[in-house]
């Protein structure tokens, strides 16, 4: 039986603080694609966007299923690859990584790749199953058994992935193979959905009627809704047994990100279909031109000083507005090499500075493992100051402490007051008078 895929992607920026979409979105026959940059200032949108044009080669290529998985590593790989080279060339983009989720079919078979904490849904039936599984600090919590499935949902650290595409070695995704069915629905989705919108409710969109478009829209508009801050990108593809969708579509930070598109011995391929989507939706028609005025006696300058005046005082009152708001944003940082919390805006303006730190840490930046040293510098949003005083408390955790016990003479032999006291050096008292403490931030 031949299936096909009727497809629809979407994005919005969201309503949280940022000023540029990060995911970035694909949707074709044969490939679906899903990146969620991060970074801040370092780029989020260039690693979406970047990973995103990497892969779209691969709708069209008509990769047999045997071979499609490790078709799709390799590209994964290669991709990751030129993160590293992009990240060396800019300043300005290093640090930067990405999630993404990626599938690729041939006939009804489904290959799978996932980096990052983007999701992945199918829905078969009235069943419907999360197939991707989250490379985050809170998935790896419950996996512990330290929290359970509602605290994760409102967990302060939700947004730390352990493992995303930053140009690394060492960043492989989860890779599987899957049978689809006609009449199975696929979501993509990134964390600006799953975040806000229950899972629950997720699934009832999911199941109810509708085609793609229509489910997508629904997604974007129940995110709004819950007021998600984050940028809100989702990829929804039904297989039927019909003719499915044949334009491509691109949404998101690649969409924006325009160039030449490609061409095949003259020949029009998806990518180049995708591409050529892209620039003509995106393309702003030129600003009207305004009408010459003729002389300008006094009470039209009279009329354009008040109107000046009057411009100048609105944006001096906006500028008033948009500092008060400043002071009431806060995030994690580095300053000299400690964890710090700060508050405004992690931008620069020219030569001035955004924001200044409100608390300086005892927590080295040197000392947390690798990926969040590379988060830190690359700051940590925050919803508000508790909120970025429980990121320092779980980056605090994340550092190994030496836990061997330390022997102590206790106070009843040592007569030390009430206080144990140490072992002197050099010095081997009797079995029986020595105890074990372990040392501060060890205790259970």
């Known amino acids: 039986m031949a299936i096909?895929?009727?497809y629809a992607a979407r994005s919005h920026i969201g309503l949280g603080t940022k000023s540029r979409n990060e995911d970035s979105a694909y949707a074709g026959p044969e490939l679906l694609v899903l990146c969620d940059g991060m970074g801040g200032h370092a780029a989020g949108d260039v690693a979406s966007s970047l990973v995103l044009g990497e892969l779209v080669h691969l709708d069209g290529e008509g990769d047999g299923a045997d071979d499609m998985l490790d078709v799709l590593k390799d590209s994964i790989a290669k991709a990751n690859d030129r993160l590293a080279e992009v990240s060396h060339?800019?300043?300005?983009?290093?640090?930067?990584?990405?999630?993404?989720?990626?599938m690729l079919r041939s006939g009804t078979k489904l290959a799978v790749a996932n980096i990052g904490d983007s999701r992945a849904y199918l829905r078969r039936g009235n069943r419907v199953t999360q197939i991707t599984r989250d490379h985050s600090f809170v998935q790896q919590l419950l996996d512990e058994g330290r929290i359970n499935a509602q605290e994760a949902l409102?967990?302060?650290?939700?947004?730390?992935?352990?493992?995303?595409?930053?140009?690394?070695?060492?960043?492989h995704p989860?890779?599987?193979?899957?049978?689809?069915?006609?009449?199975?629905?696929?979501?993509?989705?990134?964390?600006?959905?799953?975040?806000?919108?229950?899972?629950?409710?997720v699934a009832d969109i999911l199941r109810s009627p509708g085609s793609a478009g229509d489910i997508a829209d629904q997604l974007i508009a129940i995110s709004l809704r819950a007021s998600t801050r984050d940028n809100i990108t989702v990829v929804v593809a039904d297989a039927v047994e019909s003719d499915g969708s044949t334009k491509p579509q691109v949404v998101g930070a690649a969409s924006q990100r325009r160039g030449p598109h490609r061409t095949e011995g003259g020949v029009s391929t998806p990518a180049s279909r995708a591409a050529a989507l892209s620039h003509r939706t995106h393309d702003e028609p030129e600003a009207p031109e305004l009408a010459e005025e003729g002389h300008a006696g006094p009470l039209t300058w009279l009329r354009r000083g008040?109107?000046?005046?009057?411009?100048?005082?609105?944006?001096a009152a906006a500028g008033y507005g948009t500092f008060l708001w400043s002071q009431e944003q806060y995030f994690v940082g580095e300053s000299e090499g400690n964890v710090a919390i700060f508050r405004?805006?992690?931008?620069?303006?020219?030569?001035?500075?955004?924001?200044?730190?409100?608390?300086?840490?005892?927590?080295?930046?040197?000392?947390?493992?690798?990926?969040?040293?590379?988060?830190?510098?690359?700051?940590?949003?925050?919803?508000?100051?508790?909120?970025?005083e429980s990121i320092v408390t779980e980056l605090r955790g994340l550092i190994e402490r030496d836990c061997t016990p330390i022997p102590v003479i206790p106070p009843d032999v040592g007569q030390s007051g009430g206080r144990s006291l140490p072992v002197p050096p050099g010095t081997e008292p009797p079995a029986d008078q020595i105890e074990t403490v372990l040392p501060p931030g060890c205790e259970e």
């Open 89 to 102: 060339e800019s300043a300005d983009s290093s640090g930067m990584g990405t999630t993404c989720i990626a």
């Open 344 to 388: 405004g805006l992690s931008q620069d303006l020219g030569p001035w500075s955004l924001s200044e730190p409100s608390t300086v840490t005892d927590v080295r930046v040197d000392e947390l493992p690798p990926f969040y040293q590379e988060r830190v510098s690359a700051t940590l949003s925050a919803d508000d100051e508790p909120d970025a």
């Open 4 to 6: 096909s895929l009727s």
């Open 306 to 315: 008040l109107v000046t005046v009057a411009a100048l005082a609105v944006i």
């Open 174 to 201: 989860d890779l599987s193979v899957r049978e689809l069915r006609s009449g199975d629905r696929l979501l993509l989705c990134s964390d600006g959905v799953t975040d806000y919108v229950a899972e629950d409710t």
């Open 154 to 171: 409102h967990h302060p650290q939700r947004s730390l992935v352990t493992r995303v595409l930053t140009g690394k070695t060492d960043d």
